[in-house]
């Protein structure tokens, strides 16, 4: 007979009992941790839906900072009930006459904080988690991540540049070896009394002495080069005063590509004058501050920075710092969240211009002809570095004048003459061109 | 020899005029007289002004044409009072204003507070401005003339769209704001 373990029935219970007994204390357990805890997570989700927009746990904002706010509260001599309790009505908190709300109250200006009735104590428990999380602890891992990023292309720039010199010296030794072997070859052929086919060619008409002997061939060579040079000649005039591909470089590093592609604000957000006047506008410093107020640092994407930024040396750190010089030009003060009251210009350098004697009007092109930006302007939200796409000459506006049909669409302006000049041209459609787009006084006079 | 030693001269020097240009230069112009105005461009420096800038604030006591002065303050009272404004503009010309409103929105607003209102716009979902709320917040009780003052002032993270929104802009904007509350 076989020895079976475990076959008897009251071993095999009290195993079962001892397996649902662990279970059971540890499910109790967590329960237990999660009562007084927190859970960080659901916290964090919490305060960027309901706080961020007042707190920030390691900055000044409308509201204090957060990080470790109820170790504050608890050594003001408050508990986690005060907590709650001014979360959910900090106005009748303050009516109530305490102390320690009257104190914060006054000390942000007297801004009321929202009050959040709907979250409930375990939202406020997770919230406190979270802020009570170590927020230095991402930061040291950030930062190790940055360097190991840092250090990845320094590493393999490295591995370039010594592959490269590996190159070099391989063919320069393969230079000075053919050089040798010349060199012998021609001393054994001078000692055997061979005779160079160079020395023989001297007796021969040399090729450049039958060239100019010959009359035609020089008269067709110079008509060519004549030619050739008038071609060049009228080609580089053409460009003059052109600035296509005109790309200065900036006070401020501001990334098309970033606000425009990556986050797809709309161009009119910034140039909104574009909307409403002749000139598109550049956005004052305000209209940057509506979101930099907010956003103090380059966090990059989440794929992180493409190699190919990191090789212009487009680190988010570098992008930091060209925030920071908003901030100069603007006097924010970032610690404290408040307007320093000293400012200095950013001289933006301009690249679109049209000649004075032109008249351009952004908005008839922008609302009552509904162009995309990118027409005239290329890709934008692709340009790292913003440049001048197209050239902006006569022959350019007319060619898009003469092509470009008339949008009807909800435009009763146009209604009238539309229906007599296509009448008249026996056509459809009227291009900009048909209803008078060409005449010399629309854009000079 | 010689007429070798020339076209190689003249190649040269093309080669020579073409590597100058220089993309962080603007090209040369024929006749600058004709290109650059004798008045002063936006923007532009301006010698004779205290600032040294074309580009000016209103003078003090002055408003800019097409303005008016905004009665309530930026300040909790001031909002409490603005809360409670009507929209001034025509109720029969609604749809046109909220359409208006709504192209707007989508320009200007959308961005954070997300096409529906729910405060899930492309810069939220990318976690680069944080806690934007739903416009049918229970303890915010948004109205229309809320959203006008907020959009005059800033609240908050939010700053002042009123240099990008004028007068008739704001309340068409706001109008929409209300149509997305009810909506959510």
């Known amino acids: 007979m076989k020895k079976v373990p475990y076959r008897h029935p009251i071993s095999k219970f009290l195993g079962a009992c001892l397996v649902v007994f662990l279970l059971f204390s540890t499910a109790l357990f967590s329960q237990d941790e999660a009562a007084t805890q927190g859970d960080p997570a659901k916290g964090k989700q919490l305060f960027n839906q309901n706080c961020a927009a007042c707190h920030s746990l390691d900055r000044k904002m409308t509201g204090p900072m957060l990080a470790n706010i109820e170790s504050k509260v608890i050594d003001a001599g408050k508990d986690r009930q005060w907590i709650y309790d001014w979360v959910r009505n900090s106005a009748g908190l303050i009516k109530s006459g305490d102390d320690y709300a009257n104190k914060i109250f006054n000390e942000f200006n007297k801004v009321p904080m929202t009050p959040f009735p709907t979250l409930s104590d375990e939202d406020i428990d997770n919230i406190l988690a979270y802020t009570a999380a170590p927020a230095a602890t991402p930061k040291p891992a950030a930062a190790a991540g940055g360097a190991a990023q840092s250090a990845a292309p320094a590493s393999s720039g490295i591995n370039n540049t010594v592959v490269l010199g590996a190159l070099v010296l391989i063919f320069g030794l393969l230079v000075i070896m053919l050089v040798l072997v010349n060199k012998t070859l021609r001393r054994i052929a001078e000692a055997n009394g061979v005779v160079l086919e160079k020395e023989r060619a001297e007796k021969r008409l040399p090729i450049w002495k039958a060239f100019v002997q010959n009359q035609f061939l020089v008269f067709v060579t110079v008509v060519f080069l004549l030619l050739a040079g008038a071609y060049y000649a009228f080609g580089w005039m ?207 006079y | 020899m010689n007429s070798f030693c020339k076209i190689a001269m003249v190649l040269g ?137 907020t959009i005059y002032y800033g609240l908050n993270a939010m700053g002042s769209y009123a240099n990008q929104l004028n007068y008739t802009e704001r309340w068409q904007v706001s109008e929409y704001v209300m149509k997305l509350k009810k909506d959510l």
């Open chain 1, 238 to 444: 053409m460009q003059i005063g052109i600035d296509q591909g005109y790309q200065p470089i900036q006070p401020i590093h501001y990334s098309h590509k970033i606000h425009a592609g990556d986050n797809k604000i709309d161009c009119k957000f910034c140039h909104s004058s574009a909307r409403v006047s002749k000139t598109s506008g550049v956005p004052s410093l305000n209209v940057c501050m509506n979101c930099h107020k907010f956003i103090s640092e380059y966090k990059g994407n989440p794929e992180g920075p493409s190699p190919e930024d990191l090789a212009n040396g487009y680190t988010n750190e570098f992008y930091t710092g060209e925030i920071q010089k908003l901030y100069d030009a603007v006097g924010w003060d970032q610690e404290n969240g408040s307007y320093t009251g000293k400012t200095k210009p950013v001289e933006w350098v301009r690249i679109h211009n049209l000649p004075d004697f032109v008249y351009f009007n952004h908005s008839q092109h922008v609302s009552v002809a509904g162009v995309e930006c990118q027409t005239c302007h290329g890709p934008v939200e692709e340009m790292e570095v913003m440049y001048q796409y197209a050239p902006l000459t006569m022959g350019w506006c007319i060619n898009c004048h003469k092509d470009t049909g008339v949008k009807m669409e909800g435009n009763e302006y146009y209604e009238k003459i539309h229906a007599e000049l296509s009448k008249k041209y026996g056509v459809e459609k009227l291009t900009i061109a048909q209803m008078g787009g060409l005449e010399c006084g629309k854009c000079h």
């Open chain 2, 13 to 149: 020097f093309m080669a020579l005029v073409t590597s100058c240009a220089n993309p962080n230069r603007p090209n040369y112009q024929y006749m600058p007289d004709m290109y650059v105005p004798v008045t002063y461009e936006t923007y532009s420096e301006v010698g004779f002004l205290p600032s040294g800038m074309e580009a000016e604030q209103p003078v003090a006591h002055t408003i800019p044409r097409g303005w008016m002065p905004y009665k309530y303050d930026n300040t909790p009272d001031g909002k409490a009072a603005a809360k409670l404004q009507k929209s001034p503009l025509d109720s029969l010309n609604t749809d046109n204003d909220i359409a208006k409103g709504g192209e707007l929105y989508n320009i200007y607003c959308a961005i954070c507070h997300g096409g529906k209102g729910d405060g899930q716009g492309n810069l939220v979902k990318r976690e680069k401005i944080l806690g934007v709320p739903k416009y049918n917040d229970v303890a915010r009780d948004i109205t229309v003339g809320d959203v006008y003052h």
